[in-house]
C-alpha cells in the first residue's frame, strides 16, 4: 500500500470517529416562540386560553424549557385564513422564530402548515383540527397537541346511533373543520345503520341561523349533530333553544360547542350532549392540579382550549429536552415525543406516528356550568391519517 494510500484510510478512520463521537452541544440562547393565534373574532376567548395554557406550562418549568429561556413573538390571525400565508410568514422571514405555534381555525392552520414544510420551521398545531394536517401535510417536524377533527365527530356517531336515533340533520359552518367533524360522525352513523337526511351549512362565521333552523323544525329528525365552537356556539345554542328546537329534537355536537361557553349560553346548555378529549369532572390528578394553577393564574377556570396550549407547551418541552434544547435536530426532536406519553390533564396520551393525539373521546352532559363526564365514548381514539406518508 503507497503512503499516500495509508494517509487517506487513516483519514478517513478519523473522520468517522469524529462523527460518532461529535458531543451535542447545549444550545443556550433565546427561544423564539412564533404564537399565531386569533385575538380577535369569533374565535378571540381560543386564541387567548391557548396562550395561557402554554405560559403557564413554561412558567411551571422556570420560564425556561432545557434551560433555554423562552420569547415570545404574538401575530393576530384573524382566524381569516386569505390573511394567513403573509401572517406566517412574517413570523418565519421577519422575525426567525424557532418555533411556530398555531392555530385554532383548520383554513389557516393549514397555511401554516405549507410555509412550515417549505421553510423547514418547526410547527405545533395548539387547536385547528384540519384533517389533512396529520394527513397528506404530515411531515417529521409538523406535530399537534389537540384533535382532528374526525375524531369527535367519528365518536359522536357511534354515540348517536346506539341511542336509537335512524334520522339525523347535521348543521354547520361551510369550511374544513365543519365539513369533516360532519365526515367523521356520518362514517360512523351510517356504518351503525343511521341515514343524514340533510347537511345544512353557512359560511363561516355567519350565525344568521334562522332560515335552517326552520327546515330543521320541518324535516323533523330524530336528532340534530352540530360543530360550532367560540361566539358562534354561544348563538347557535340560544337560538336553537329559542326557535322551540330543544324540546323537541335533541342537539348532538362535538364538544366546542359547549366548551368555554356555559357562562354565556346558560340554561339553554343545560343537558346537551357532545363528545370531546376533555371534560371538567375528570379523575385525572394531573387536572387537578392544572386546573388549580391556572385559576391561580388568570383568575378564570381553564376550557380545552388552555389544556392544548398547555400541552404544546409539553411537547416543546419533550422534543427540547432530547436534543439540548436544539430544535434544528428534527430526527431526535420526533424521536422522542413519537415515544413520550403525554401526562396532560385530559389523561395519559401519545402522539404516534402521524402526531396526532391518540386519546379518549369523552361523552360529557351538561350540568349548570359544568361538562360533567358520563363516560368514555371512544377508548384511544386514532385518527386514520389518510393520506399521510412519512
Ligand atoms: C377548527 O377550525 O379546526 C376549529 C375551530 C374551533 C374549534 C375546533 C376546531
Not at 495509508?6 to 478512520?13: A, E, R, T
Not at 361551510?174 to 359560511?203: C, Q
Not at 332560515?211 to 365552537?229: G, H, M, R
Amino acid at each position: 500500500m503507497t503512503l499516500h494510500r495509508k494517509q487517506f484510510i487513516l483519514g478517513g478512520i478519523a473522520a468517522a470517529c469524529l462523527a460518532v463521537a461529535a458531543p451535542a452541544f447545549a444550545q443556550t440562547g433565546k427561544l423564539k416562540v412564533g404564537l399565531m393565534l386569533p385575538y380577535t373574532g369569533t374565535f378571540a376567548a381560543l386564541g387567548n386560553a391557548i396562550e395561557n395554557g402554554f405560559r403557564l406550562y413554561v412558567d411551571e418549568q422556570g420560564g425556561k424549557l432545557a434551560g433555554r429561556e423562552i420569547e415570545f413573538v404574538k401575530v393576530d390571525d384573524e382566524s381569516d385564513p386569505a390573511k394567513a400565508t403573509d401572517n406566517v410568514n412574517k413570523l418565519i422571514k421577519r422575525d426567525n422564530v424557532d418555533v411556530l405555534v398555531g392555530t385554532v381555525h383548520s383554513g389557516v392552520a393549514m397555511a401554516m402548515a405549507k410555509a412550515a414544510k417549505d421553510s423547514g420551521t418547526m410547527l405545533i398545531v395548539p387547536n385547528a383540527g384540519a384533517d389533512a394536517v396529520t394527513g397528506p401535510m404530515c411531515a417529521p417536524h409538523i406535530f399537534r397537541s389537540s384533535f382532528s377533527n374526525w375524531q369527535p365527530g367519528y365518536a359522536m356517531g357511534e354515540v348517536v346511533a346506539k341511542r336509537g336515533h335512524k334520522k339525523v340533520v347535521t348543521i354547520t359552518w361551510k369550511y374544513a373543520a365543519g365539513d369533516e367533524s360532519v365526515g367523521g360522525f356520518k362514517e360512523s352513523f351510517t356504518k351503525a345503520g343511521g341515514t343524514i337526511v340533510k347537511e345544512l351549512s353557512l359560511p363561516f362565521p355567519g350565525v344568521e341561523f334562522q332560515a335552517l333552523l326552520t327546515e330543521i323544525a320541518s324535516l323533523k329528525p330524530d336528532a340534530v349533530y352540530t360543530f360550532f365552537a367560540g361566539g358562534g356556539a354561544v348563538k347557535f345554542v340560544k337560538d336553537y333553544a329559542a326557535a322551540g328546537l330543544k324540546k323537541s329534537i335533541p342537539l348532538y355536537g362535538a364538544g366546542f360547542l359547549t366548551d368555554g361557553t356555559l357562562a354565556a349560553q346558560g340554561a339553554d346548555a343545560d343537558g346537551l350532549m357532545t363528545t370531546l378529549h376533555y371534560g371538567d369532572s375528570l379523575e385525572v390528578p394531573k387536572d387537578r392540579t392544572f386546573r388549580l394553577n391556572y385559576a391561580k393564574a388568570y383568575k378564570l377556570q381553564p376550557d380545552v382550549y388552555a389544556v392544548q396550549g398547555y400541552d404544546a407547551a409539553q411537547i416543546l418541552g419533550i422534543g427540547l429536552a432530547a436534543t439540548k434544547g436544539d430544535v434544528k435536530n428534527k430526527a431526535a426532536f420526533a424521536a422522542a415525543v413519537e415515544k413520550a406519553r403525554i401526562e396532560s390533564p385530559r389523561g395519559t396520551y401519545t402522539l404516534g406516528k402521524t402526531h396526532n393525539p391518540v386519546q379518549d373521546i369523552y361523552l360529557r352532559q351538561v350540568s349548570g356550568k359544568e361538562n360533567k363526564l358520563i363516560g368514555v365514548a371512544s377508548k384511544s381514539l386514532a385518527d386514520p391519517g389518510r393520506g399521510c406518508r412519512m
